[in-house]
């Protein structure tokens, strides 16, 4: 590697002046825990469909996934409340809404609240919100109502991104990166949160590819502390954000596919979309790597912190960057553990990569400085962010 002037301004403490730094991090859950197990038989008979064929695609769906649990907001309650969306045909968006703008927040200030008990400092210290969403839509958006449940300043500075799907989590993560960097002394707060509730539909021979997000998507909120310069007497950071890019591939616009319509959103995942990002991952990280001197195919001398799409993606990237199994690790947890959660996912992989950097310091082993955190969403776009593991360097 090329240090020598990546290290000049480091600090005593390993930690680059005005550089913006992950300093907590946070999550919630709605109450309803589904086990992978169970899945197909309760999502037939809510939905009152007895179609063997498709029960049989899901369970095979099911079992391929690698899922085991996840959290949903949906409930026998709710299906009482609202019968109709079980029903094929019938405009149910307002009352879709209607579940997922409450939820949404619900989760996200739930998740923010751990995040800055887990952080140390004060709310009065939150300069700023950014908060992402693909699950809800309102005027004024979700960032106001959270700012609100959380009583944060109401001079605090927000921004909202909107439906940026799987990416959402480190698309958020670039934005309060700059935000940080750009604000000295600022403190950024990034939620995220989501339902799977604006989506639901009955099963469908004429819709079979909605069994893959049945099989595979999940609900919960996450939430992160940004902040350049931290404070060491109280807070920890955790993980250092170098650089920062976001790439979309031309002429991939239509392989993640999502319709706002009056039955709630549609969706369309081409079954290409695994080598489309496989084929173009390489290049991407590369680039990313050079800026603080990686050669090309040192891909194991790095963390991956890698959003869990499916198992298919993340193993189309492990053949490619021919990484060692255990690089992967946290994000096939989180898969397994939650399912994919859309934005929220990222955070959870990271919560993992803490949990397993710890036992690998406790048995004497080293862990990886730097590494890549990657997620891949609508466009299609890419999101990477080339961080430093400062857990790895022992700051306190």
Not at 47 to 60: F, G, H, I, V
Not at 106 to 116: N, P, Y
């Amino acid at each position: 590697m090329g240090e020598e002037g990546i290290w000049k301004d480091v600090t005593k403490h390993g930690i680059n002046p005005g550089k913006a730094t992950i300093l907590a991090l946070g999550k919630a859950f709605p109450p309803q825990l589904v086990m992978q197990e169970f899945l197909v038989d309760g999502y037939f008979r809510s939905t009152n469909c007895d179609n063997p064929e498709l029960k049989q695609k899901l369970t095979r769906l099911c079992k391929t996934t690698t899922v085991k649990t996840r959290y949903v907001v949906m409930s026998e309650e709710i299906l009482m409340k609202y019968p109709e969306l079980v029903s094929e045909g019938i405009p149910t968006v307002k009352q879709r809404l209607e579940i997922c703008n409450e939820a949404v927040t619900e989760m996200a200030i739930e998740a923010s609240q751990a995040c800055m008990k887990n952080w140390g400092g004060s709310l009065s210290d939150i300069t700023h919100l950014v908060y992402v969403s693909s699950s809800e839509a309102r005027l004024p958006g979700g960032d106001l109502y959270l700012a609100k449940g959380l009583g944060l300043s109401p001079d605090t500075q927000r921004i909202m991104l909107y439906f940026a799907g799987c990416s959402g989590g480190v698309a958020g993560l670039r934005v309060a990166k700059d935000i940080a960097e750009n604000n000295p002394g600022s403190r950024v707060l990034l939620a995220t949160s989501e339902t799977t509730i604006i989506g639901f539909k009955p099963p469908s021979a004429d819709r079979p590819y909605d069994l893959v997000g049945v099989a595979l998507f999940g609900d919960g909120a996450a939430a992160m502390i940004i902040g350049s310069d931290p404070i060491l007497e109280y807070e920890k950071p955790l993980f250092e954000l170098h650089t920062a890019v976001q790439e979309f591939l031309p002429h991939t616009e239509k392989k993640i596919d999502g319709r706002l319509t009056e039955e709630g959103i549609s969706f369309k995942l081409a079954r290409e979309l695994p080598q489309i990002i496989e084929d173009s991952v390489e290049g991407f990280c590369d680039r990313l790597m050079s800026v603080v001197g990686f050669q090309n195919k040192e891909y194991n001398k790095l963390f991956w912190a890698v959003h869990p799409g499916g198992p298919a993606i993340l193993n189309r990237i492990e053949k490619r960057l021919d990484l060692l199994p255990e690089k992967l690790s946290a994000s096939r947890r989180a898969l397994m553990d939650y399912g994919n959660a859309s934005s929220n996912t990222i955070v959870y992989v990271l919560e993992y990569m803490i949990e397993e950097g710890l036992k690998t310091r406790k048995d004497g082993r080293g862990d990886h400085e730097w590494g890549l955190i990657l997620a891949f969403g609508p466009g299609i776009t890419f999101e990477g962010i080339l961080a430093r593991n400062l857990s790895a360097l022992n700051v306190t």
